[in-house]
């Protein structure tokens, strides 16, 4: 059976899934739900980031919260054609998530997580590298991406995680994602650029999860 890949414009976590589990928990129940199949993930993304401007308005706010709107674009010096991500860890070690979103619409383009036992520079690492991933099954070899995480950054350079988290009981589900992830990076070359975000004069990343 072919794969089918879920657009959810308009539910608990709008962004695409890769399972009809994974979509039904997210639209199941919730009132004035907006989801769609597609056969592939290029077709997913397209449709994701074309959605109407009333969509894509509400999913700049459920991604950016209740902080106030930044029109990143009027940076001069930010990529358009970019998307950023972020992590996000409550404590350290802790439970930890990451996402990638879509800088020119803020459409969250995907997530994953809570993992236990991780720390905030392990989802940047494994959210650049999710990011890479889904632009070579693509065909992207343009599409910019930020990162906040100079040390993410540099795990990527070197095609490893350099993390001292120690493996625990909770933990082996991530310690599986970062040897694929470093498989990853070690098999494959990119024209992608990795950009630092720059903080100080943009405001915080468009993939920030509002939680400082």
């Given at each position: 059976m072919r794969q089918k890949w879920y657009?959810?414009?308009?539910?608990?976590?709008?962004?695409?899934?890769d399972s009809w589990e994974e979509c039904k928990a997210q639209v199941d129940g919730y009132p004035g739900a907006r989801y769609k199949s597609f056969n592939n993930q290029t077709e997913a993304t397209e449709a994701y980031r074309n959605g109407d401007i009333t969509v894509r308005e509400t999913l700049r706010a459920?991604?950016?919260g209740p902080r106030n709107t930044i029109n990143y674009?009027?940076?001069?010096?930010?990529?358009?054609?970019?998307?950023?991500?972020?992590g996000a860890c409550?404590?350290?070690?802790?439970?930890?998530?990451?996402?990638?979103?879509?800088?020119?619409?803020?459409?969250?383009?995907?997530?994953?997580g809570p993992f236990p036992d991780a720390t905030n520079n392990i989802g940047e690492f494994l959210a650049i590298v999710?990011?890479?991933?889904?632009?070579?099954?693509?065909?992207?070899?343009?599409?910019?991406?930020?990162s906040d995480s100079l040390t993410a950054i540099s795990w990527i350079r070197q095609?490893?995680?350099?993390?001292k988290v120690q493996r625990t009981p909770g933990n082996g589900l991530l310690f599986q994602l970062i040897q694929r992830a470093e498989s990853w990076l070690q098999a494959h070359t990119w024209k992608n650029a990795i950009v630092k975000w720059q903080t100080d004069r943009w405001g915080e990343i468009p993939a920030d999860f509002g939680r400082k």
């Open positions: 657009v959810v414009w308009v539910g608990n976590n709008p962004g695409i899934y459920i991604a950016r674009l009027a940076f001069d010096d930010i990529i358009a054609d970019s998307i950023a991500v972020d409550a404590g350290n070690p802790g439970m930890m998530e990451y996402r990638g979103v879509d800088v020119q619409t803020g459409v969250e383009l995907f997530r994953r999710h990011a890479l991933a889904m632009f070579h099954q693509q065909g992207n070899d343009h599409t910019a991406i930020y095609c490893k995680c350099n993390t």
